[in-house]
């Protein structure tokens, strides 16, 4: 099978550097392998980025090169000429802001043009660089609780977060990029931070879905991705929602009628400890429901799930289809050209005009 006509597996992984090491090809050729997700260690500037991506796709064509890039204390490239895009909960703050004139309408409507905004810049700039998906929005609740949600969730309305996010979404859409909703259905209420601890959220299944989750099934249509929070609900499921077929069968496919991409969070974060070895934990992801898993910052661990993850070639079929809708179906513009374009240049204005840059 040639390279450039490879379907891409479930899982994504990351990279170690500036550039392809020896390792990091071996992985990205491995037909288990559909992704590849950078981190700030992979960023120096812009030319070293592109060349970067441009080195992945010459191996795969077909791999999604993802970032986490939400934002605020979440944004992997924030110099040589990135927007430094503000956290998410300003533009929730710009929202709930009268402005001279006490209309709460008017400051509403600007905080979701600005969220159009920052979608289409984050966007735009990205795949100028050939990078083609970032996990972003958040879509978690704020309700004071957890710190490493904070100031990354736009509100604890979840009307606002719908809206917010819709806006957001537009954004990514007009510069050609999917999006993803995380952290389903919710990390806003538990404290812990799941990448270091197994937080709980003792709610109820009623309350969930009453709050947390109605960004989810409002957004509808609009989402193309959902990725799952490494949190336990007991009253649901004794298992994290990553890896629970209530979650993610029963609730977000079958109750919101959900039909994007699931991904996993990380495997390697201590949330998803509790399903045991990496390859136990992507089984488990993939049989509840996930079409990708992701394993990040751990090289032995992606090797140990490329050499011992076993998938069926219906779950690869179905999982298939839904991973290739989140490739770009568009050319992305140069970085010099997109400098000089109209509607980059009007997002921009409108952060500044809103006091919204960085």
Same mark, same amino acid.
């Not at 298992?239 to 009628?257: D, T």
């Given at each position: 099978m040639s390279k450039s006509t490879m379907n891409p597996g479930p899982i994504t992984l990351d990279v170690m550097g %500036?550039?392809?090491?020896?390792?990091?090809?071996?992985?990205?050729?491995?037909?288990?392998?559909?992704?590849?997700?950078?981190?700030?260690?992979?960023?120096?500037?812009?030319?070293?980025?592109?060349?970067?991506?441009?080195?992945?796709?010459? %191996?795969?064509?077909?791999?999604?090169?993802?970032?986490?890039?939400? #934002?605020?204390?979440?944004?992997?490239?924030k110099t040589d000429g990135f927007t430094?895009?503000?956290?998410?909960?300003?533009? #929730?703050?710009?929202?709930? !802001?009268?402005?001279?004139?006490?209309?709460?309408?008017?400051? !509403?409507?600007?905080?979701?043009? !600005?969220?159009?905004?920052?979608?289409?810049?984050?966007?735009?700039e990205l795949r100028a660089c050939g990078v083609d998906f970032s996990f972003t929005?958040?879509?978690?609740?704020?309700?004071?609780?957890?710190?490493?949600?904070?100031?990354?969730?736009?509100?604890?309305?979840?009307?606002?977060v719908f809206a917010l996010a819709k806006s957001l979404n537009e954004g990514l859409r007009l510069a050609g990029m999917a999006n993803c909703g995380k952290h389903f259905p919710g990390h806003g209420w538990a404290e812990a931070d799941s990448h270091v601890a197994i937080p709980v959220d003792e709610r109820s299944l009623t309350e969930i879905l009453n709050n947390d989750a109605k960004?989810?099934?409002?957004?509808?249509?609009?989402?193309?991705?959902?990725?799952?929070?490494?949190?336990?609900?007991?009253?649901?499921?004794?298992?994290?929602?990553?890896?629970?077929?209530?979650?993610?069968?029963?609730? %977000?496919?079958?109750?919101?009628?959900?039909? #994007?991409?699931?991904?996993?969070?990380?495997?390697?974060?201590? #949330?998803?400890?509790?399903?045991g070895s990496v390859v136990k934990g992507a089984e488990l992801a993939l049989n509840a429901g996930c079409d990708a898993v992701l394993i990040c910052n751990r090289p032995d661990l992606a090797d140990q799930l490329l050499a011992h993850l076993k998938v069926s070639k219906a779950k690869l079929a179905e999982s298939v289809i839904r991973l290739n809708r989140l490739m770009?179906?568009?050319?992305?513009?140069?970085?010099?050209?997109?400098?000089n374009e109209p509607q980059y240049q009007h997002a921009l204005g409108l952060l500044k005009q809103f006091n919204l840059l960085q």
């Open positions: %500036l550039e392809l090491n020896t390792e990091d090809r071996r992985r990205i050729l491995d037909p288990l392998t559909g992704g590849v997700i950078l981190f700030g260690r992979n960023f120096s500037n812009r030319q070293q980025l592109t060349k970067l991506t441009a080195d992945i796709k010459k %191996l795969r064509s077909d791999v999604l090169i993802s970032i986490d890039h939400e #934002g605020g204390r979440v944004q992997r490239c430094y895009l503000p956290a998410m909960r300003k533009l #929730g703050d710009l929202w709930t !802001a009268k402005n001279k004139s006490n209309h709460l309408a008017e400051s !509403a409507a600007q905080a979701m043009a !600005a969220a159009t905004a920052c979608g289409y810049i984050l966007a735009a929005p958040v879509l978690d609740l704020d309700f004071g609780r957890s710190g490493v949600i904070g100031d990354r969730s736009f509100s604890r309305d979840p009307q606002i960004p989810y099934e409002w957004l509808d249509l609009s989402l193309a991705a959902v990725m799952p929070a490494h949190v336990i609900y007991p009253k649901v499921d004794q298992l994290p929602a990553g890896f629970s077929k209530i979650w993610l069968h029963s609730v %977000l496919r079958q109750e919101l009628g959900f039909q #994007g991409v699931i991904f996993s969070d990380d495997l390697s974060m201590e #949330g998803a400890s509790v399903a770009p179906k568009s050319p992305a513009l140069s970085w010099d050209d997109l400098q």
